[in-house]
């Protein structure tokens, strides 16, 4: 920050009133995107750091916090920004959420972005960096926590959940119900996304402990993880005679959009077919029937993200990176044969 710069130069190179731009900074709603826009270019240019809350004047603090998610459409997405909100709410903190959409560019654009110079720290919740970006990462000069499967090497804060061991029950609890043909649904081509090896190892380590080979047949790709993913890929497997008794879903939507299909099929849930999903969306219990589901704690993430970045912020850069697994429940419930009940938890922290 540079200390001669002041609200009033922002107003002038802006040509806005001081008031205006104070509104810029206090995300006031009632703004147009052009003056907004205005505003942020002269706070970047000047490079001006804003003081958003006049409670940390002295710590020269906003009490703002930023949160980098792909989108808000896809629901496990808007449930974990609930969740970071109101844990960052109970610690006296605002959250900025800025959804970026997919793709790398957006993700790297977001790291350059103006609103990094608005807020105290960021959770950035990445898709498609990999352990290569850790210095990238690492340059980031506002304190940073990274939400995702991929490990920087110690190198930057991060929090993750546990897929493989997730995946590992639901497959677990799907073949102790005595099915013996049990989808993966669905991976990633060439598993260039993290999340989905790391569930699809923990559904092969399910299968082959289990004494059973290991059938590339019953392994289901998809591009997109959502509703119409999974209804896409249903829709192909029973076009191509696949024969299957269970389907563990990759995630929630996957498996409703995959429910879909099956029962217009003429399939019973679970009489014909078994399945569980992952990431307990609110919607899984209120679906008919209700989906079984792997349960990642959005609340645990949520508050290890949120108290990972107040230790950043307070402890600078000098402070030695941690990574946090978060712990998981498998909601046992009727579409795989079960009434509403908690199999198996696992906590883990590194």
């Given at each position: 920050m540079a200390l001669s710069v002041t609200i009033r130069d922002v107003a002038r190179v802006s040509g806005f009133s001081i008031k205006t731009v104070s509104n810029v900074i206090n995300g006031h709603p009632q703004l147009r995107p052009e003056t907004r826009q205005r505003v942020e270019d002269a706070i970047e240019?000047?490079?001006?750091?804003?003081?958003?809350?006049?409670?940390?004047?002295?710590?020269?603090?906003?009490?703002?916090i930023g949160l980098i998610i792909p989108d808000l459409t896809t629901a496990y997405f808007a449930e974990l920004a609930d969740a970071v909100m109101?844990?960052?709410?109970?610690r006296g903190l605002a959250v900025l959420i800025e959804p970026i959409g997919s793709g790398r560019e957006n993700e790297l654009a977001?790291?350059?972005?103006?609103?990094?110079?608005m807020v105290d720290g960021v959770i950035y919740s990445s898709l498609t960096l990999g352990a290569g970006d850790?210095?990238?990462?690492?340059?980031v000069d506002t304190p940073l926590v990274v939400l995702g499967d991929t490990s920087f090497d110690g190198q930057v804060d991060r929090i993750t959940m546990a897929n493989t061991a997730g995946a590992r029950a639901a497959t677990e609890h799907l073949l102790a119900a005595g099915r013996r043909r049990v989808l993966a649904l669905a991976a990633h081509e060439g598993d260039i996304v993290a999340s989905?090896?790391?569930?699809?190892?923990?559904?092969r380590e399910?299968?082959?402990?289990?004494?059973?080979?290991?059938?590339p047949q019953l392994v289901c790709y998809a591009d997109s993880w959502h509703r119409r993913g999974g209804a896409a890929s249903m829709t192909k497997l029973l076009e191509d005679g696949v024969a299957f008794d269970g389907v563990f879903a990759f995630n929630d939507t996957l498996a409703l959009g995959a429910m879909r299909v099956l029962q217009e099929s003429g399939r019973r849930i679970p009489q014909d077919v078994a399945i569980v999903g992952f990431d307990d969306l609110d919607e899984t219990r209120y679906s008919l029937p209700a989906?079984?589901?792997?349960?990642?704690?959005?609340?645990?993430?949520?508050?290890?993200?949120?108290?990972?970045?107040?230790?950043?912020?307070?402890?600078?850069?000098?402070?030695?990176?941690?990574e946090i697994e978060t712990g998981f429940s498998l909601e046992i419930r009727e579409s795989s044969g079960g009434s509403d009940q908690k199999a198996t938890s696992a906590t883990n922290a590194a």
């Open positions: 240019e000047l490079g001006y750091r804003p003081n958003l809350s006049a409670r940390n004047l002295r710590s020269g603090r906003s009490g703002v109101r844990t960052a709410a109970a977001a790291l350059r972005g103006q609103h990094r110079h850790a210095d990238l990462l690492k340059s989905a090896e790391l569930r699809l190892a923990g559904y399910a299968i082959e402990a289990a004494g059973l080979a290991f059938d989906l079984s589901t792997v349960n990642p704690r959005r609340d645990d993430i949520a508050t290890a993200a949120v108290e990972t970045l107040l230790r950043r912020i307070e402890g600078g850069p000098e402070l030695e990176a941690i």
